[in-house]
């Protein structure tokens, strides 16, 4: 038997028909890990989808932000006085207002003051917003409110604190004890007026505050000044009352009865050793005297008067001495020094008896004032008695009255202090930068409002994108098919747009005109394909699971490069509603076709068309073969199909869809392979799987599934097989 293009692409004697392919493994499920080439494809061929999607959100983002109010924004700050310097003096007793540096716990209480009902209250009523008509109460609410005018101004002063609670906002600045203050308003110049307002009232009106309940303090301590003074001078008064009634009299060295005891006591025990001492001293005088000798006596030896004497006595009894010796005992001149020798003597002794009386005098006066200044003594000791009785309540009066008397002073020194430092009260904060009245709003935010609806419908884009591919069920790889339905993917079919370099064409007469193009080599391809997964394949049968699949054109198209290629190639029109094999065929009316060679009123060759560009022979449907489906699927279909198989050397059949028309199946029994088309991206996945479901694989060979109408321009986005790189050979390709 002679070789033609058909054996050349068989594979040797003895293969088995083709059965279904077992779906292989996902690579990149197995190996537990993402294909970023297969996500970046499947962005792409959903480019449309995320760029509609992102569009849209772009858009509905711009009117939302055309219809959002414009709203201001205008910000004031103000700094924390981190130490106060003192302008008047201090006292032990000041207590400082807050720390030298404020910590930052303090700074935190400081922001939420700001915002604090009390401060916002302050700011409304500074700025009067109670009369401001946009919170009055609405009409009906005014008139009941008519009777009760307070009761409406304290309505609409509440709703002035709401609306500046609810539009006001404090923050630090960074770690600075700086605090922004920032107020949002549809007006600019009424968002600078409060934003100014609210750090206004935390400076200068918490200073005035200050100074206020310094006011307020200096008053209070003024009158209960008064009042413990009256209270001192009535207990002092008290306690003198007291005394005098008492006897109670005293100086800064204690009582008067007293100090009478210790002079006293001092007095008796001076008076009695002063006593002592005279009568020891007459008793030693006497003794002496007794002795003998008035000129022993030791007080009269202390008689200037009597030393005079004893220097007089001393010197005449020398010079009697001196005299006895010379002259003799009867001398005159001897005599008459012992004259003067003895009246010495008597006058010595004379003063001697009178200083023995006044050493006498004096001791009997001695113990006469001892006994003057005891009984003095006792006198005082029994008033001191009586005193200290008296002295119990004093001590009580008195204990009163200097309490009376240091509570006033205490109240007296601080009033001083605060009289001293009013005016001189430092504010706690102070006005860092006034706010401006802002020039663009704040809301709403155009470029956040932006960069949010492009992050938004980015993120629905891409979930869209995912959304529309997993819910796709359609078929675009060849890895699709033999995964996802489990049979053999034979080749993909491209649409002749996609890789024509010239105008629109005929598919079926573009084989002839450029049979070196993609589009021609992909039925060469196919055609190696039958051969390579097929044996002894005569009959092929081209099915589809739905309509306009392309099953008509890739008959045609198939068998117009078999028989370009030198085999003896037979087309048959197995569609008897569609009929698409004979509508290609230009005149022949009146001819007799495929049904009328069955029923047996014509012969074959005088039905068969044979095309002049390749000699292909068809046999056609006539335009009257009406709907005689029987005949096909009968003997009368099989003995035609053993002539042609003995005639030509391939048969190609273009039969209807299997799942509108049922007896597509039993001619594909007939046939030995079956090739389905499907179209790329179109035909769904449950159509492909519900027709292989009505082909028993017992009576249908199946070579497997070829790809229609691909567009290859784009199968590269999602494909990595055969046309993913297309791009890369195109130029192989005359």
């Not at 772009?58 to 103000?78: D, N, S």
């Not at 009232?201 to 200073?207: E, F, I, K, N, P």
């Not at 303090?217 to 005098?244: M, P």
């Not at 003594?377 to 200097?402: F, T, Y």
């Amino acid at each position: 038997m002679v070789n033609t293009a058909i054996d050349f692409y068989r594979a040797p004697a003895g293969i088995v028909p083709a059965t279904p392919a077992e779906p292989r493994a996902n690579n990149a499920a197995a190996t537990d890990r993402i294909d970023l080439r297969r996500l970046m494809a499947m962005f792409r061929r959903r480019i449309g989808v995320f760029l509609g999607v992102l569009l849209g959100v772009l858009a509905i983002g711009m009117v939302i932000t055309a219809l959002q109010p414009r709203t201001y924004q205008a910000r004031a700050e103000v700094t924390l006085n981190s130490k106060l310097q003192p302008v008047a003096p201090t006292s032990t007793n000041d207590r400082t207002d807050q720390p030298a540096i404020p910590s930052e716990s303090f700074v935190d209480t400081q922001v939420s003051v700001i915002t604090s009902e009390a401060n916002t209250a302050a700011v409304a009523d500074a700025l009067g917003l109670a009369h401001d008509p946009r919170f009055a109460p609405s009409p009906d609410e005014g008139k009941a409110a008519n009777t009760k005018s307070a009761s409406a101004q304290q309505s609409a002063r509440e709703a002035a604190i709401a609306y500046l609670a609810k539009n006001v906002a404090a923050q630090r600045i960074g770690t600075t004890y700086g605090i922004a203050i920032t107020f949002e308003s549809s007006d600019p110049q009424e968002a600078a007026r409060i934003a100014n307002a609210f750090a206004e009232q935390y400076t200068l009106g918490a200073l005035e505050n200050k100074r206020s309940g310094a006011r307020e303090t200096t008053g209070v301590i003024a009158n209960r000044l008064e009042q413990l003074r009256q209270q001192a001078l009535a207990d002092s008064a008290t306690v003198q009352r007291y005394r005098i009634a008492h006897n109670l009299l005293s100086t800064t060295q204690g009582t008067l009865t007293e100090q009478e005891i210790s002079s006293y006591n001092q007095e008796v025990t001076a008076a009695r050793a002063q006593a002592s001492e005279d009568a020891a001293r007459l008793e030693a005088a006497q003794r002496q005297l007794q002795a003998g000798g008035s000129g022993g006596v030791g007080e009269a030896s202390l008689s200037p008067v009597i030393g005079q004497m004893r220097a007089q006595q001393a010197s005449l009894a020398a010079e009697f001495a001196a005299m006895s010796s010379r002259y003799g005992p009867q001398h005159p001149e001897v005599l008459r020094s012992k004259a003067q020798l003895d009246a010495v003597n008597r006058q010595i002794a004379a003063e001697t008896q009178r200083v023995m009386a006044s050493l006498e005098a004096k001791a009997r006066v001695s113990q006469q004032r001892l006994s003057s200044l005891a009984g003095s003594l006792d006198a005082s000791r029994g008033a001191l008695a009586q005193n200290n009785a008296a002295q119990v309540g004093l001590d009580d009066l008195q204990k009163r009255a200097e309490t009376s008397n240091a509570l006033y002073e205490s109240y007296l020194n601080r009033f001083k202090e605060l009289t001293a430092r009013e005016g001189t009260e430092q504010a706690d904060a102070d006005m860092l930068h006034r706010a401006d009245i802002p020039r663009h709003p704040n809301s709403p935010h155009i470029l956040i409002n932006g960069v949010l609806a492009l992050a938004l419908g980015t993120g629905l884009g891409i979930a869209a994108a995912f959304l529309a591919e997993m819910t796709f069920t359609g078929l675009t790889t060849g890895e699709d098919i033999e995964e996802r339905m489990g049979v053999r993917y034979l080749c993909a079919i491209p649409t002749l747009q996609s890789v024509a370099r010239r105008g629109e064409r005929v598919p079926a007469s573009a084989l002839l005109e450029d049979p070196r193009s993609v589009f021609a080599e992909s039925f060469r391809s196919l055609r190696a394909s039958i051969a390579m997964n097929t044996t002894e394949a005569r009959i092929i049968a081209i099915t589809s699971a739905l309509p306009e699949e392309g099953k008509t054109t890739t008959s045609i198209c198939l068998a117009r490069s078999m028989a370009a290629a030198g085999d003896r190639i037979l087309l048959i029109d197995g569609d008897l509603r569609h009929q698409g094999v004979s509508r290609f065929l230009r005149g022949g009316e009146g001819r007799p076709g495929l049904m009328e060679v069955l029923h047996g009123t014509a012969r074959l060759d005088d039905a068969l068309v044979v095309d002049p560009g390749t000699g292909l022979s068809i046999l056609p449907l006539c335009a009257e073969a009406g709907d005689r489906a029987e005949l096909m699927t009968g003997v009368e279909m099989d003995r035609l199909l053993a002539t042609a198989r003995e005639r030509f050397d391939a048969v190609i059949i273009d039969t209807a869809p299997v799942l509108p028309i049922a007896d597509a199946r039993l001619l594909l029994g007939k046939a030995d392979a079956s090739v389905f088309v499907v179209r790329w991206r179109k035909t769904p996945e449950q159509a492909l799987r519900a027709a292989l479901r009505l082909l028993p694989i017992d009576r249908v060979q199946l070579a497997g599934v070829a790809l229609t109408r691909v567009d290859m321009r784009k199968q590269p986005r999602f494909d990595y097989g055969e046309t993913a790189f297309y791009r890369s050979y195109e130029s192989y390709y005359a």
